[in-house]
């Protein structure tokens, strides 16, 4: 089979990833795989034989009536769909709207967005005087548009919080708010074509709440919830505004989605960006491939990295999706399964099994419930725990349905990227309550569409990988293919496998909290095997098939394909594999896996009278050895929890960023989760440039600034053995922060001493000189009460150098 596989197809061994909704790449330059088509992915338009755009297909007019969308209609004798995750969906209670009414005007004026575009807009017909009745349906629906995309019910997210949107939290101005921000959202969600001014949203608010207005429109334009995209006329507008609000400079590590967006949003925010990426396209972990008979007679697009657009509702992709008018496939809920002799899998036994499986995890679910804080302190694998329940209530003890339950855990172990025993069973499923609604769609042509209109027009330099950063109060320097680069800050949206490998040098080292975070969370491995067949022998009418084995340790072998006839241009099967069987893959031949596959596919077809046809071109993914991503997507590990993926997307000293998939801790794993962050970061960036011009750092030459520092150092307001404390004297507040110095003497240091600094509350400092040695104080800065860390003096944060400011200012007006 290897050897007729070796004749008659062209076989790549591809480096780009996986399957999974996830997301972005970046930063060493490495060697980009080549294959028969060695040309830059250039995905084929098609049209899909159901293109049916979920959710947003036409602009909804904010008076509409907008009823529920029901779930697909399922034909009674298909199987039931596999899901590509378990999820719990948490529905919230609606807020009142007794009292909320009075917010929004009874009769707005006509909406001039747009008016063409909409059919159903104020200037089409006599618009009806809406009653209480209107207005509170109204409400409603807005609340769950902004439920969609991810705000809470009756609250404030963390993001509006910081930004200052009211002036008191909880009460009647946040609740009027709320309504407010729902409403904005929801008129601008309604034609996402067209910039939404802050005019227009005042239109249908009343007057009294014009300041409400403005702090929901600022926050969301600024933080990427509304007039973002790739559309005609929200890039005009961003275009006029670059000039008029001069920021600072950014520079974007990884090209990925996350880096795209941020650089994007951070432009128009009025920030010079820069974008260095390792290879030699856009896209990371998002690829879409061209595939082709050397005749060029079949040609097709194949997404080799994040495929599928899980959720719609809600999702920021699906905005991009409708400006550039692609359309949507919907993913079909039939997935036949087949045994390894070829048959069909019986119905009724296969819903059995997958019910068993079910409450096996709903099980799982209630033990970890009941024994809740043990588990936070010792946590074990969901698959143990999932075993054990399988023993006890003596599920799938026959071979068929003991294969049927692999074919699950295989599906679990592609929706996590990693083996069951690797799964914490306390926090594997922590994102289950945010998860997009909606269906699961393909882009036709593949996702590198959206990658080629995010990435149009950004300086990015390619085949650029970074090799060092180090940064500093007076900004960042970013080391590169050769070439040394300065910024204010930088933002690193490399994958958690770049991270976890050190490919990047940080200096000062990143703080133990977010190393510590880094190792604890898991990044698992999904790999792909893309066929392009000369005809489409399997049907088109499914997207999916299952395929099941008699062994355990190899269940995620192309145990599940996809069928991308209807968006790819072609005849094209994409095999996964997962588990432990995609860390055997990558060390199997290219030739050797597609034979595989196409002894699979034959066992399943041939005695069908079916006849597999020779491929004319196939492509394997070898995600693991990426150098720019060793690996696929996140996963919460044993003895990780929800907590890492925020950890990781703190920011060190006001200078370096973080965003990615695996920042992201509602949405990890995902390419919108990916998109998210980027848009999360760059408002965050933001902030911290805004806080810094009210209090701008010291950026004398260091030499200078050394000098300075020592000279406050001379007159201290504390010292105690090699410990010296400096503290804002107008300040008597025990919390207020304190500068601590601590002298290392060592006869092989050219001055003989070194001074390592760290912020301290005043309190602490006291606290510490009440030690008698030296070597206990240092113990004591690193327990978890105190949890200082010693820096050189280019390492001090952005408060330490405010409060060197500040200090001087005092002794130099006593002086």
Request: net charge negative; with cysteine.
């Given at each position: 089979m290897a050897a007729a596989a070796a004749a008659t197809v062209t076989v790549t061994e591809d480096l780009i990833g996986p399957e999974s909704p996830v997301l972005h790449s970046v930063s060493d330059p490495s060697s980009e795989p080549t294959d028969i088509n060695n040309s830059s992915p250039a995905p084929m338009e098609t049209n899909s034989s159901e293109p049916t755009d979920i959710n947003n297909s036409s602009p909804v007019p904010l008076e509409a009536t907008i009823e529920p969308v029901p779930e697909p209609q399922t034909q009674p004798e298909s199987q039931p769909r596999k899901k590509r995750r378990r999820r719990k969906k948490i529905f919230t209670d609606m807020i009142s709207t007794a009292s909320r009414l009075r917010v929004l005007r009874p009769h707005p004026k006509p909406n001039p967005v747009a008016e063409d575009d909409v059919p159903d807009s104020p200037s089409s017909h006599q618009r009806k005087r809406r009653g209480p009745s209107d207005l509170s349906k109204e409400v409603d629906i807005e609340a769950l548009i902004a439920i969609s995309v991810g705000f809470p019910v009756d609250s404030l997210t963390e993001e509006e919080i910081e930004a200052n949107v009211v002036s008191q939290i909880g009460g009647a101005e946040q609740a009027n708010y709320i309504i407010v921000r729902n409403h904005i959202l929801s008129r601008w969600r309604s034609n996402v074509d067209v910039w939404l001014t802050k005019d227009h949203a005042l239109e249908s608010i009343r007057a009294e709440h014009k300041n409400l207005v403005s702090s929901a429109y600022n926050f969301l334009v600024q933080h990427g919830y509304i007039n973002f995209g790739v559309c005609p006329a929200i890039n005009d507008v961003k275009n006029k505004v670059v000039n008029e609000m001069p920021e600072g400079s950014v520079i974007v590590i990884g090209a990925g989605l996350s880096g795209l967006v941020a650089a994007r949003q951070l432009i128009f925010l009025g920030f010079k960006v820069l974008v260095l990426e390792g290879r030699e396209r856009p896209g990371g972990r998002v690829r879409t491939k061209k595939m082709s008979a050397a005749d060029g007679s079949v040609v097709g697009a194949a997404d080799l990295g994040g495929s599928v657009l899980t959720g719609i509702n809600g999702n920021p992709l699906g905005v991009l999706v409708r400006q550039l008018e692609f359309p949507l496939h919907k993913v079909r809920d039939i997935c036949p399964l087949y045994l390894p002799n070829g048959r069909m899998v019986n119905s009724d036994v296969d819903s059995k099994v997958e019910s068993s499986f079910n409450k096996l995890l709903d099980r799982v679910c209630k033990l970890r419930q009941g024994i809740v804080e043990e588990v936070r302190s010792v946590d074990v694998s969901l698959g143990t725990a999932l075993e054990a329940f399988r023993h006890v209530y003596r599920v799938a003890e026959e071979p068929l349905e003991r294969m049927l339950l692999d074919w699950h855990l295989a599906n679990l172990e592609y929706?996590?990227?990693?083996?069951?025993?690797?799964?914490?069973?306390?926090?594997?499923?922590?994102?289950?309550?945010?998860?997009?609604?909606?269906?699961?769609?393909?882009?036709?042509?593949?996702?590198?569409?959206?990658?080629?209109?995010?990435?149009?027009?950004?300086?990015?330099?390619?085949?650029?990988?970074?090799?060092?950063?180090?940064?500093?109060?007076?900004?960042?320097?970013?080391?590169?293919?050769?070439?040394?680069?300065?910024?204010?800050?930088?933002?690193?949206?490399?994958?958690?496998?770049?991270?976890?490998?050190?490919?990047?040098?940080?200096?000062?080292?990143?703080?133990?909290?977010?190393?510590?975070?880094?190792?604890?969370?898991?990044?698992?491995?999904?790999?792909?095997?893309?066929?392009?067949?000369?005809?489409?022998?399997?049907?088109?009418?499914?997207?999916?098939?299952?395929?099941?084995?008699?062994?355990?340790?190899?269940?995620?072998?192309?145990?599940?394909?996809?069928?991308?006839?209807?968006?790819?241009?072609?005849?094209?099967?994409?095999?996964?594999?997962?588990?432990?069987?995609?860390?055997?893959?990558?060390?199997?031949?290219?030739?050797?896996?597609?034979?595989?596959?196409?002894?699979?596919?034959?066992?399943?077809?041939?005695?069908?009278?079916?006849?597999?046809?020779?491929?004319?071109?196939?492509?394997?993914?070898?995600?693991?050895?990426?150098?720019?991503?060793?690996?696929?997507?996140?996963?919460?590990?044993?003895?990780?929890?929800?907590?890492?993926?925020?950890?990781?997307?703190?920011?060190?000293?006001?200078?370096?960023?973080?965003?990615?998939?695996?920042?992201?801790?509602?949405?990890?794993?995902?390419?919108?989760?990916?998109?998210?962050?980027?848009?999360?970061?760059?408002?965050?960036?933001?902030?911290?440039?805004?806080?810094?011009?009210?209090?701008?750092?010291?950026?004398?030459?260091?030499?200078?600034?050394?000098?300075?520092?020592?000279?406050?150092?001379?007159?201290?307001?504390?010292?105690?053995?090699?410990?010296?404390?400096?503290?804002?004297?107008?300040?008597?507040?025990?919390?207020?922060?304190?500068?601590?110095?601590?002298?290392?003497?060592?006869?092989?240091?050219?001055?003989?001493?070194?001074?390592?600094?760290?912020?301290?509350?005043?309190?602490?400092?006291?606290?510490?000189?009440?030690?008698?040695?030296?070597?206990?104080?240092?113990?004591?800065?690193?327990?978890?009460?105190?949890?200082?860390?010693?820096?050189?003096?280019?390492?001090?944060?952005?408060?330490?150098?405010?409060?060197?400011?500040?200090?001087?200012?005092?002794?130099?007006?006593?002086?």
């Open positions: 929706a996590n990227a990693t083996l069951m025993s690797n799964l914490s069973m306390a926090f594997w499923d922590q994102d289950d309550p945010y998860e997009m609604g909606g269906d699961h769609c393909f882009i036709p042509g593949g996702n590198g569409r959206l990658v080629r209109a995010l990435s149009e027009d950004l300086p990015i330099f390619y085949d650029c990988a970074v090799d060092s950063v180090r940064y500093g109060s007076d900004g960042v320097l970013v080391y590169a293919g050769g070439q040394e680069f300065r910024g204010d800050v930088v933002l690193c949206t490399v994958p958690l496998g770049v991270l976890k490998k050190d490919a990047i040098e940080f200096v000062p080292e990143l703080p133990q909290r977010k190393k510590d975070a880094i190792e604890r969370l898991g990044f698992g491995l999904l790999n792909k095997v893309a066929i392009l067949f000369p005809y489409d022998f399997w049907g088109g009418e499914i997207d999916t098939f299952g395929h099941l084995t008699d062994d355990p340790k190899m269940r995620g072998e192309f145990f599940l394909f996809y069928s991308y006839s209807s968006v790819a241009g072609g005849p094209l099967l994409v095999a996964l594999v997962a588990g432990e069987a995609a860390v055997k893959f990558e060390k199997m031949s290219p030739v050797e896996s597609v034979g595989r596959v196409l002894e699979i596919l034959k066992g399943i077809f041939s005695p069908k009278g079916i006849a597999v046809p020779a491929p004319v071109q196939a492509i394997c993914t070898r995600w693991g050895q990426d150098q720019y991503s060793y690996g696929s997507y996140s996963y919460v590990a044993i003895g990780a929890s929800g907590d890492d993926y925020d950890i990781l997307a703190e920011n060190v000293a006001d200078r370096v960023f973080f965003a990615g998939e695996a920042t992201n801790r509602q949405y990890p794993a995902t390419m919108h989760g990916a998109f998210l962050s980027g848009m999360r970061e760059a408002a965050h960036i933001m902030r911290v440039a805004r806080r810094r011009s009210i209090h701008p750092p010291n950026i004398m030459p260091s030499g200078l600034q050394n000098n300075a520092l020592e000279t406050l150092f001379e007159t201290p307001d504390l010292t105690f053995g090699s410990f010296s404390v400096l503290y804002d004297r107008q300040s008597t507040d025990s919390e207020s922060n304190a500068l601590l110095r601590v002298e290392f003497r060592n006869g092989k240091l050219e001055s003989g001493v070194m001074h390592l600094y760290g912020l301290i509350q005043r309190k602490q400092a006291v606290e510490l000189s009440k030690i008698e040695e030296d070597t206990r104080r240092i113990e004591m800065l690193t327990r978890d009460d105190f949890r200082v860390r010693l820096v050189g003096r280019k390492g001090l944060c952005e408060d330490a150098e405010t409060l060197i400011s500040q200090i001087s200012q005092i002794k130099s007006a006593s002086s």
